[in-house]
C-alpha cells in the first residue's frame, strides 16, 4: 500500500498564460500538477473528459477559455465543480476578473455544496502586452490599436496571480471561501504602459486609443466570429470605462510582499526579445 505524500492539483488551461504558470509555481511549491489541456485530452465542451482528469486528485484550478464572463462559462464551471466535488476534488480555485459584471455568475457557480472554493480577481495581465493578439501589432507595426482610452489600469504580473493561486491551494481552510483581488502596485493608462514597454525595448511604440466599437469592426475584419466580436465589445465598453483604477492588496496580503511593477515586466520581456521586429 502506498501513501500519498504530495497535493495533486488539476490545472485547466495548462498551457495557457495563466494555465502554464500557475503549473510552473505549483511544481515550486512541491504539489504535483496534472495539466489538463485539450493536448492532454481535458476539454471544458466535452464533459466525458472531466472524470479521467479530475479522478484522483486533491485541487483543481479552474481557468476557462475565452472569458470567465462568456455566456457558456457558468454552466461550464458550475458543472466541472460538481463533478469534481463528488469525485473528492474539493479544493477549488476560480481564476475571475476584477470588475467583470459578467462574471459573477461564473464565480458564484463554483461555489457548489461540499467546496472549499476560492476567487481569485485578477487586474488586466502585463503579460497581455507580450503574449496574446496584442503582441504582433506591436512587434510588426510599433502601433497598439485598442479600446483602452485613457483609463488607468493597475497591470497585474501572472507570476503574482499564480503564486496567490497557489497560495490559495496550500494555505488549508485559510482562503476557503474568500474572494482575493489581486492588481500591480500603480495604475497606467494604457498609453503610459506601451510607451514603458517602448522603452525597454529600446524602440518607439504608440498607443492609438479608439472606441470599443470600432474595435469590433477591427476584429470582425480579423475573422473574429460575431458572437465573441459582440461579447467583447461590451466587455471593453464597460470593463474599460474607469471603475478598475484603483489598487488591490491581495499580493501582499496573501504572499506577503508587494506586487511585481510593470517596469520590471516590461524589462524581462525585451531582453527575451519579445518586442523585437
Do not use: I
Amino acid at each position: 500500500m502506498t501513501t500519498r505524500t504530495s497535493t495533486t492539483v488539476v490545472v485547466t488551461g495548462a498551457t495557457g498564460r495563466a494555465g502554464a504558470r500557475v503549473a510552473r509555481a505549483a511544481e515550486a511549491a512541491g504539489l504535483t500538477v496534472r495539466a489538463a489541456s485539450r493536448a492532454r485530452g481535458f476539454d471544458w465542451r466535452d464533459r466525458s473528459t472531466w472524470e479521467p482528469t479530475l479522478r484522483g486528485a486533491d485541487a483543481a484550478f479552474l481557468v476557462f477559455p475565452t472569458d470567465v464572463g462568456s455566456p457558456e462559462a457558468a454552466e461550464a464551471v458550475g458543472a466541472l465543480a460538481e463533478e469534481a466535488v463528488s469525485l473528492g476534488v474539493r479544493r477549488l480555485v476560480l481564476l475571475s476578473a476584477r470588475g467583470e459584471e459578467r462574471a459573477l455568475p461564473t464565480e458564484a457557480a463554483v461555489r457548489v455544496p461540499g467546496a472549499r472554493w476560492t476567487v481569485v480577481r485578477a487586474a488586466w495581465f502585463a503579460q497581455n502586452f507580450s503574449e496574446g493578439p496584442l503582441v504582433e501589432e506591436l512587434r510588426l507595426g510599433g502601433e497598439l490599436v485598442f479600446p483602452g482610452g485613457q483609463v488607468r489600469e493597475p497591470f497585474v504580473d501572472l507570476r503574482d496571480v499564480a503564486e496567490v493561486v497557489v497560495a490559495a491551494l496550500t494555505a488549508g481552510e485559510r482562503y476557503a471561501g474568500q474572494v482575493l483581488e489581486v492588481s500591480g502596485p500603480r495604475l497606467l493608462t494604457f498609453g503610459e504602459a506601451v510607451a514603458e514597454v517602448g522603452r525597454a525595448a529600446g524602440r518607439e511604440l504608440t498607443y492609438t486609443p479608439v472606441p470599443a466599437r470600432e474595435y469590433g469592426e477591427r476584429l470582425a475584419g480579423f475573422g473574429v466570429p460575431p458572437r465573441e466580436v459582440e461579447f467583447l465589445v461590451e466587455l471593453f465598453g464597460s470593463l474599460l470605462d474607469g471603475r478598475n483604477a484603483y489598487l488591490s492588496d491581495g499580493v501582499r496580503e496573501t504572499l506577503g510582499r508587494a506586487p511585481r511593477d510593470f517596469t520590471e515586466f516590461a524589462r524581462e520581456a525585451a531582453d527575451a526579445g519579445v518586442w523585437k521586429p
